[in-house]
């Protein structure tokens, strides 16, 4: 699992008991997810279909700086299924896991439309199926 984005934890994103704000965390995974299934499908209009059980591993605190990890583990006919972990990129503590966030790709009648895609796509081979050379 890659885990590209960091997030620094301020004061706006904390709860009354001082930690992280759940509902900050799952704004940011799912813009994250979401940005993933648009790269991996080669389409804007994914939509959130589905998050199954999260689990709040532990707490993070202002100031901490936690990233987030998300790889596709399925590929459906018009789904993608991730999986998601929330940790602390000093300590690899981990604070979150989701098994499974389902997308589903859109065709331009906002009705669920077949994807073609069957395994990850590395941002190496989509350059070199657009013929570019990096
Ligand atoms: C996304 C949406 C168009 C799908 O419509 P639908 O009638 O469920 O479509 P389908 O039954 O054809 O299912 C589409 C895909 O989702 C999968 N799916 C549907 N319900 C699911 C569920 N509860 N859990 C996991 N996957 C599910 C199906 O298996 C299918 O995947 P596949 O083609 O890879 O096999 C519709 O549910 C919708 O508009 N939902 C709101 C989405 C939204 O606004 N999200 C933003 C957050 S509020």
Same mark, same amino acid.
């Given at each position: 699992m890659n885990f590209h984005t960091r997030k620094w934890v301020k /004061?706006?994103?904390? @709860?009354? @008991?001082g930690t992280l704000f759940g509902g900050s965390l799952l704004?940011?995974?799912?813009?994250?997810?979401?940005i993933y299934a648009i790269v991996q499908?080669? @389409?804007q209009r994914v939509v959130t279909k589905y998050i199954s059980?999260? @689990?709040?591993?532990?707490?993070?605190r202002q100031g901490d700086?936690?990233?987030?990890?998300i790889t596709a583990t399925e590929f459906g006919r018009t789904s993608i299924t991730l999986t998601c972990e929330v940790r602390n990129k000093?300590?690899?503590k981990s604070i979150l896991t989701v098994d499974k966030l389902v997308f589903v790709n859109l065709g331009e009648d906002g009705l669920p439309a /077949?994807?073609?895609r069957t395994q990850i796509r590395y941002i190496k081979d989509q350059f070199a199926?657009?013929?570019r050379e990096d």
């Open positions: /004061p706006e994103d904390l @709860n009354a @008991n704004r940011w995974i799912d813009e994250e997810a979401a499908l080669g @389409n059980e999260i @689990n709040f591993v532990s707490a993070s700086i936690i990233e987030l990890g000093i300590t690899r /077949p994807h073609g199926e657009e013929g």
